[in-house]
């Protein structure tokens, strides 16, 4: 307690803000990440999933219809949609694509769901998502990187095999909220289900 009496005001709330955040965190449970990721039959459906052509039709509706944000999403997210998935809010560095060290934890807690027995043979698309902020194209490879990290932390420090992850940034193609478009509700990650190896 004594190295807390040194801390000026601001520095403890600057601490009380960043426990806040990680207990916030830490609300996801393994639990949580297994029932959202398993289906009732106990697994997903095998799901053909190119990120890469995803990726380039929503770059082609960039530039057909500008870079301001986006009317819809596109029609090829619907069928991610129905899948088994979970939504959780990984916290980055402003601007960046580095994981904040409060968001490991949750991390850890998925990577471990991805090694149970009835998730050990399913593959999982990580879907980077931002709010409306800034430029359509911008956000888009944001999104990207950010899913990158994750996809990145889960394969190198929690040991998920490479070939069960596949990423993808939507950018703010898919907001959550729209209704308030530059709402941090909208900046997510999604993990979703894809099915068998």
Known sequence: MKQFAKLPLWGLLGLAMMVTS?????????????????????TARR???NTDAIRQDIEARIA???TENAEKPSPVL?????????????????????????SWVTIGKIADAFHHPLLAGNRFLIVGHTDARG???????????????????????FRVNPKRILFLGLGEEQLFNTAK????????????NIGPS
């Open 22 to 42: 990680a207990q916030a965190q830490n609300r996801v449970s393994y639990g949580q990440v297994m029932k959202s990721l398993v289906t009732t039959t106990g």
């Open 47 to 49: 799901v053909g999933i």
């Open 64 to 66: 057909a219809e500008g």
């Open 78 to 102: 619907d069928v991610l949609r129905k899948l088994p998935q979970l939504i959780v809010q990984i916290q980055f560095d402003l601007d960046k694509d580095t994981i904040r060290p409060e």
């Open 135 to 157: 430029k359509r194209l911008y956000n888009l490879e944001l999104s990207q990187r950010r899913a990158f990290s994750v996809a990145e932390m889960l394969t190198g420090t």
């Open 181 to 192: 478009p530059n709402d941090g509700v909208n900046r997510r990650v999604e993990l979703i």
